[in-house]
């Protein structure tokens, strides 16, 4: 394996797994180290190549720490050599996955919901 990569954007990142990919098979953990993202990351851009079918894992044991999958490069994900290639391979989530949406307004309700007053007692509109 190569010596550590440079952190590189994330729409880069398929691109990048494939590359160290071609150097032979690997865990999550040392795509994770190599490339400076978080394990976690790079498992879920991990499953988006290989539901596109670019990547396969394989599960193997280790003597003193349970299992662990090696990642492998499959003849189709091994033909992309550039990032123009991929442009393809979508970095957004797979049906099915779930995203968390984040909501920064909230709509006015005009009361106190019932549990809050209970808790904190009645709102200074309701207390007139």
Known sequence: MSSMIKLCASHELPS????????????ADTLARLTGYSGNSIRERLA??????????KLEPRPTSGAHYMWNITA?????????????????PREGQVHQVITTSYPI??????LVSALFGAGHREAA
Not at 16 to 27: A, F, H, N, Q, Y
Not at 76 to 92: E, N, T, V
């Open 16 to 27: 990048k797994l494939l590359e160290l990919l071609r150097e032979g098979p690997t865990t």
């Open 109 to 114: 309700i005009g009361r106190r919901d019932p």
């Open 48 to 57: 988006i190549l290989m539901a596109d079918g670019y990547v396969t894992r």
């Open 76 to 92: 189709a994900g091994d033909k992309f050599r550039s990032l123009p290639d991929l442009q393809r391979i979508k970095s957004s």
